[in-house]
């Protein structure tokens, strides 16, 4: 039996009752990363939503382990885009100035400027004497696969080419040094966590571009035959360890699903399949669209569009047996 999604042939109200027209946008200023907390029953990290260390949330987003977002081109040059952007197809979860994001924020505590940490998120700054505390430990993307992409039917490096992901750290204000292209057991390690900023500075930036040729960063390189919906996988890491000394474990496995010159509405059922055929829960897929797409609507919703996608999932599965 071989599971097939093709997701143009979702039923019509199960995609109805997933998109709903947005009514405002989504915006993120400078600092776009993961926010990421500690399980003291798994003994792992947790990915959450992706927010802007801008306004330092001072809540708990959703766990979330699916990130739906836009490839958008910059020249480099033309404002409103930063002035060290080089010229290439970067990921776009912010809608502001800069031209990429995904780091990672591992919490804090808003309101101690000089320690502890946001209730709930189970790091510990300071002497903890139970929890791990992140001064000097070092965070890493391990990249779990080259970039895949969608075929129709399911995600397929056949179906990517030769097209590839370029990940990189910098601080957005210059060219970016530190790089690293996606591939199985490849990983894009940050430097060690302050102690001194800690508990005040406490994220790491990071980005994504395509190199279309599998070399080339530069937009000519990824012509309309790169056009499509995209999968990289990965998983976050640490040298933290706890007060007991034992190793913090990796995060599950998170997904970065990526639309260039196609709609986010087909993006995310895609990524909807995705995730019901990895036993993720819908309402652990974060879309971050551009201000004119479509956005998902309450829970609610998007607890019904669960439910009509297993079943489809389940027709599809006999039909294909």
Known sequence: MRLVFRFRSLPAAVAACLFVPAAAAVSFGHGVEYQLTFDPVGGKIQTRQ???TD???VTLTALTRIYVMPFEVADGTTPPLHPAAQAAWYSKPDITEYPSGNGLCY???ATSPTGGQLAGTNWSWKDSSSLPNLAGTVFTYRFTDRVLKWDGSQFTAAAAGATQLQAFRGDATTVPTVLVT???GSSLAYSAVSAVTQSTNPHSNAGFRLLGDGTSFAPSAAGVGTDGIYLQGMQ???TATTAGGLAVGASDPAYMVFYKDTSFADAYAVA???ATSQSIP???IQSVPEPTTLALVGSGTIVAAAA???RWMRHRIISQS
Do not use: E, K
């Open 50 to 52: 992706i927010v802007s």
């Open 182 to 184: 996606t591939a199985s």
């Open 107 to 109: 919490q804090w505590d």
């Open 55 to 57: 306004t330092r949330p």
């Open 272 to 274: 909807a399949a995705f």
């Open 236 to 238: 976050v890491t640490t």
């Open 282 to 284: 819908l309402n652990q």
């Open 308 to 310: 009509g996608l297993r």
